[in-house]
């Protein structure tokens, strides 16, 4: 095992390989497909489209030109690039070389991509030049100053003082790289729930299981032509079956700039679109969307709906509105991912969050003591299986908290589980708040907010809303009268905080309520926010 790099110990490892792994590697995938694809659209942008021929061939120039420059197997390069196509020529040219990608998202800022350049002791930050109306040149200044490991940063565009992706590319170089299906290929993120982010180590060979998976299930094929609308850098779009999958399986993926119902359903139209994934808040702008527009989106076969708790009621709405099937996704990005399936009775892909996709995957469903609960009993889901990760890069003790002796992850997930298996999230132990699919870690924010000399205390919970199924309140005990919400949120800002973590709104109290052994009671809290708005309602 190299080190920081948790892995299933050796009996187990065994079986999947004999009984789950296919034995390739990303870089071997994806020469295949531009052998028996050649010219056949893989990836298309606003920008550019790419056969799988020249993916292929750009990804072999850029993995020359990274290694000339000196990249390595085994180096950290933090990657945060939007929905475009250089997305993958840049992700296969360093899976190529054994160089792993951290998959940071567009909307981190200072406080996220300093935390994992030094974390992972990044060599390397690969950035859009502006994207969304954001620079990111000015955030890498930033970063550059402090991050000490980072001797390149490298812009697709103008690149200013910096390294132009455009110049990396080596024509007529080769390069060599020795990567086997057991290496670990990149860093995911977690959602969190104590402090930062966790970093996710992903191996080939795991990860290419759940696209074979993914892709049995959801019907993937070289027909298929998967749109993304979400961050594609997201475990969601990258592989339930996302553009990978897509990939894997021979079939096109259409890049969306934003998920506006503009932007998504003149792609659908255009590009003859059979497959695309959101979150529950932007299937119901869609639902409305879809009242009052003509686009012909009958090419659609399946919309994916997960990363957040979709309500029975507008999960009702979608097949009759969009005249395909509704599949619902429920995943993590630490592994295992459940889907109800294609041909499922309406009541099972209208209530329920649906099964493991593979048969391999271990469940169980555990009360606070850690024992087993009933069928149909709500608990703790804990699972282990051929693609869910043994522990986090370099987690030391938070693994031993996350994970069982027996190798378990903890999804920190409250969970029903009928007798054929299927899924019901019923809620959350986990201290996160889930806003519309963005998990924001409350420790994380708490932690941020008692470094201003104005707060005494922090607790940041969840408060229901309509639209993104929860936003962030955070509860402050001031330090002296008169703080007010903005300067704190204006704080958080400046200290450079991704905008979806800053607390929706801010309560002052003189103190937070207590559990019986001195716990910040977040159960009261909640209720105190709840009330607090169904009284404002009622106003
Ligand atoms: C996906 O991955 P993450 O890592 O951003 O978040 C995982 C967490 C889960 O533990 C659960 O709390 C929540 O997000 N979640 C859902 C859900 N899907 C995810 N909660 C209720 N209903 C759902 N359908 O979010 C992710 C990764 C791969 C595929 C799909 C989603």
Redesign the pocket.
């Known amino acids: 095992m190299t080190s920081g790099f948790p892995t299933w110990p050796e009996e187990l490892f065994h079986f999947y390989e004999k009984e789950c792994w296919t034995n390739e590697t990303f870089g071997s995938m994806l020469k295949d497909r531009a052998k028996t694809y050649g010219e056949k659209i893989a990836v298309k942008s606003s920008t550019k489209e790419l056969s799988y021929r020249e993916l292929d061939q750009k990804a072999d120039e850029l993995a020359a030109g990274f290694q000339k420059l000196g990249l390595k197997k085994g180096d950290k390069v933090v990657l945060q690039l939007p929905n475009e196509a250089e997305f993958f020529e840049v992700c296969f040219a360093l899976f190529r070389l054994g160089v792993l990608p951290v998959f940071a998202l567009p909307s981190h800022r200072y406080s996220e991509i300093h935390y994992f350049c030094e974390f992972a002791e990044a060599t390397a930050y690969i950035i859009y030049d502006k994207h969304g109306g954001y620079d990111y040149r000015k955030l890498a200044r930033e970063v550059q100053k402090e991050a000490s490991s980072l001797k390149h940063i490298i812009v697709v565009g103008e690149a200013e003082e910096f390294l132009s992706l455009s110049d990396v590319y080596e024509k007529e170089a080769s390069f060599t790289g020795d990567v086997g299906p057991n290496d670990f290929a990149f860093l995911q993120l ?2 969190g729930s104590t402090g930062r982010s966790k970093l996710i180590p992903r191996m080939h060979n795991d990860y290419i299981y759940s696209l074979v998976k993914s892709n049995e299930i959801c019907g993937m094929n070289e027909d298929s032509v998967y749109l993304t609308v979400l961050p594609v850098a ?3 779009p990258l592989s ?1 079956p996302g553009v990978l999958g897509t990939l894997y399986g021979g079939g096109k993926v259409v890049l969306a700039r934003d998920p506006s119902p503009d932007e998504a359903f003149s792609l659908i139209e255009k590009e003859n679109v059979t497959i695309t994934g959101v979150v529950p808040p932007v299937v119901l702008i869609w639902l409305e969307a879809r009242k009052t527009r003509n686009e012909d989106l009958s090419s659609l076969q399946v919309i994916q709906v ?5 309500s029975a009621e507008a999960a009702k709405r979608i097949s009759p509105a969009f005249g395909c099937t509704l599949q ?7 592994g295992l ?1 459940n889907y109800t399936r294609l041909h499922d009775s309406d009541e099972r892909v209208i209530f329920t ?1 649906g099964k493991p996709m593979s048969e391999y995957d271990e469940i169980r469903i555990v009360d606070e003591n850690d024992q087993i609960v009933g069928i149909s009993e709500v608990g703790e889901l804990l699972t282990r299986g051929p693609y869910t990760i043994q522990g986090y890069y370099k987690g030391g003790s938070h693994n031993e908290r996350a994970f069982t002796k027996d190798g378990f992850y903890r ?3 409250l969970v029903k589980v009928d007798e054929e298996g299927y899924i019901t ?1 019923e809620g ?1 132990h986990k201290d996160q708040i ?1 806003r519309g ?1 963005e ?1 924001i870690a409350a420790e994380e924010v708490e932690n941020h907010l008692l470094a201003h000399e104005d707060v005494y205390d922090a607790a940041i919970v969840s408060m229901p809303d309509p639209f993104l199924g929860e936003r962030s309140c955070a509860y402050i005990i001031p330090h002296r009268e008169g703080v007010k919400a903005a300067s704190l949120k204006k704080f958080l800002k400046e200290i450079g905080l991704a905008a979806f973590k800053i607390p929706d709104r801010i309560e002052f109290v003189q103190k937070f309520p207590q559990t019986p052994l001195g716990k910040v009671d977040k159960k009261s809290l909640r209720q105190m926010i709840e009330e607090k708005l169904n009284q404002q309602t009622l106003v």
């Open positions: 977690s959602g997201h475990n969601y339930s997960g990363g957040a708790k979709l619902q996704v429920y995943g993590m990005a630490e991912v969050q999804t920190g997930d999230v959350r889930n699919g998990k």
